[in-house]
Each structure stands twice: as C-alpha cells, then as structure tokens.
C-alpha cells in the first residue's frame, strides 16, 4: 500500500511536465493555476480509491500522549465560539430520518471508544493527543442516515465548514469527540465536540460542530476554498 502509494505520488509532476501536459506557459498564471486545480482534483480522486475501510491510523501509547494541545484556528482562542451546555442543539439536516436536534447532555450519554493518535496540521506541526467519543459511523447508523449517500457534511459554531466521504464518515477511527485527555473538551478545542478523523489531516476535523448532513453532494471546506486539496488524507 504505502509503496504504492510512494510510486504514485512520489514522482510528483515537474513545472516543466505540467507545461508539457497543459500546453500552457508558467508565467500565464490563470492557466497555470488551472493546471494545478486539475491536478489537485486528480490527486483527490487517486486518494479517494486507495482508502480503506480496514486500514487503521497509527496509534500510540498513554504515555505519548500530549496533556496540554496545541490550539489552532484562523483566530486567536480567546475569540473561540463558547457554546452553552444547555442552549446548544446539534442539527442533523440532508439524507437523515431521525432528524431531531441533540442536546449536548444526550450526546454525552452515546457510548464512546477512546484513541490515541497523531494531528497534522499542514501548516507544520503535529501533536499526539488522546481523544474519546462516539464513532460517528454509530451515530449515523442510529439516526437513520443514509449510508449509501456519498458525503457528510460539517458546518460549525466560528463559521467554519468541512466535508468528508461516506467511506471515511464509516471509518472505525473517525469519531465525535467529547473528550480530551480524558477531560470533556475544552472550549478551544471545540465544545461540546470535534470530529476526530486521524485519517485526515487537522483541518479536516472540524470543531464547535453545529450540523452534520448528508448529501450526495461534494461539501465545501474552508481550507479547501483557499486551495487546498479536498481529500486531504494520510
Ligand atoms: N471550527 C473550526 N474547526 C477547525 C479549525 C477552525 O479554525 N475552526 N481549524 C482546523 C485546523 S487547521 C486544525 S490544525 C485543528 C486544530 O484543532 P485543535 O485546536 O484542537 O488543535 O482544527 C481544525 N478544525
Ligand atoms: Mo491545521
């Protein structure tokens, strides 16, 4: 798999492959930045088809475990959203049967498994931390969603909006995460939950998640809209 994988985007294209390709000129840069978009949605599609179900995420030990995370978002934590404990609703919307809002007190009763994983964030740095919550492939399953439906959909509490396929939404390790550290998630960190998706990289796991949908339509992502790839997995 990992060879594979090596093979296929090793290589990479060169800028100068890229004008072979596209028959464009570097220093045209509408065209240029085209090519790169087609060759950003091809990857997408590559990486889509070497996912697996059954391939699971590295995972550590107690002891690797970060206790104090490192908080990221495109604003400083102090203007972090603060969601109430008893105002806040989750809203299921798209292709669900069970559509009723869940308050964070009947979240906080799902059964949760725990894992201990790495956080990239593209932007350079990574962090092991230790997460509990509720597989959302559970969740999903329990609010009658449509689990042929191609994705899931993210929309958050600071404005924030990511996407995910219905193959890694039913990823044993992608989870609604309550907790941090065995400690319910700080407010920086996402209150009442994030989705945790070791899968992804960091920006594919949304925090101060307020709907969940589901769609046959590919959702947007912040990150996405400002260019980066929307599979985005590792
Ligand atoms: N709602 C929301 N979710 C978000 C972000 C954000 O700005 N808003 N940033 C993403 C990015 S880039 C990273 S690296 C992680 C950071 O999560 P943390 O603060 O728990 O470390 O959240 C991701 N999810
Ligand atoms: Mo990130």
Redesign the pocket.
Known sequence: MDLERRRLFGGGLSMGALTLLTGCDISDHDSVQKALAMVSRFNDRVQAALFSAHKLAPTFSEAEAVKD???????G?DKSPKLSPSEYRLTLAGMVADKTPWTVEKLYTLPQTTQITR?V???GWS?IGKWSGTPLSSFLQRTGADLTAKYVGFE?????Y?GIDMPTALHPQTLMAFK?SDETLPT???YPF?MRIPTK?????????TTIYVTNQQPKG??TDRGYNWFSGI
Do not use: I, S, T
């Open positions: 995370f490192r908080y990221n978002a495109w604003y934590q956080h964030c593209v932007e962090m958050c509490a600071d404005g924030y990511e941090l920086r960190h996402g994030k990289l960091g920006f594919k796991n949304p925090k101060f998640v912040f990150w």
